[in-house]
């Protein structure tokens, strides 16, 4: 079945670093959404991508969408501890897995 | 207006017994799905309803149920309880459905711990 792997697991960054987290499906994806889940929290949508090759930015964050439809990255500019959290991406899958998500990254951002 | 609510919003259950959990959707929304989360397996798809219909089924036990109400409110049951089980269940709502470019709302999770 569609397998969905993120790189890193875990990242921890001193706060004003960059940070990039990676998407890889291994079946094509008509579009792939991403989602932050806090400590203790639940996860909120960020962001859909639709289009090959499409890059979307909001604020510090920049999310691409790869050209064979494959992969997509999320990268911060200068974190905060705000940032903090579990970033997912999901995508839609195939035979039971009508949505799949991404194994995660989790984001420890060090004031 | 109101976002999704689940209840319980955390329980403790014994092996063998069997649980009921409750997912009340965004007003207007049609899909329901539900979702296991775990540390070892991260965030797994149960299942989705949409109008009432099971219309999606991720790779789960038939212990795992689910069904919607005609006020789209949602439950699902696990019946059997096992050790495993125990993980954060959480529900999200959604205009269109979980996979058909449809925004995912998620409850804040009901966290079974079963003993």
């Known amino acids: 079945g569609q397998q969905v792997m993120q790189i890193p697991q875990y990242q921890h960054v001193q706060e004003g670093e960059d940070f990039t987290t990676y998407c890889n499906s291994s079946?094509?994806?008509?579009?792939i959404q991403w989602y932050k889940q806090r400590p203790g929290g639940h996860p909120v949508f960020l962001i859909q991508?639709?289009?090959?090759?499409e890059v979307k930015k909001q604020k510090r964050l920049t999310f691409q969408f790869g050209e064979a439809k494959k992969n997509s990255s999320l990268h911060i500019t200068a974190t905060q501890t705000t940032d903090v959290g579990t970033y997912f991406c999901a995508g839609p899958g195939g035979g039971y897995q009508k949505v799949t998500f991404g194994t995660g990254t989790k984001l420890q951002v060090i004031p | 207006k109101a976002g999704v609510t689940q209840t319980p919003r955390y329980l403790i259950k014994t092996r063998g017994q069997q649980v009921t959990l409750s997912c009340s959707p965004i007003s207007g929304h049609r899909s329901v799905s539900w979702y296991q989360q775990t540390p070892g397996q991260g965030l797994q798809f149960l299942f989705e309803y949409f109008s009432e219909t099971q219309r999606n089924k991720g790779n789960f036990p038939g212990r795992f149920s689910g069904r919607q109400f005609s006020n789209s409110r949602s439950e699902m049951n696990v019946s059997t309880l096992e050790l495993g089980d125990s993980a954060l269940y959480l529900c999200a709502s959604s205009l269109a459905g979980a996979s058909v470019n449809g925004e995912l709302f998620f409850g804040e999770g009901s966290r079974l711990t079963v003993l």
């Open positions: 079946t094509t994806l008509s579009n």
């Open positions: 991508l639709v289009k090959s090759g």
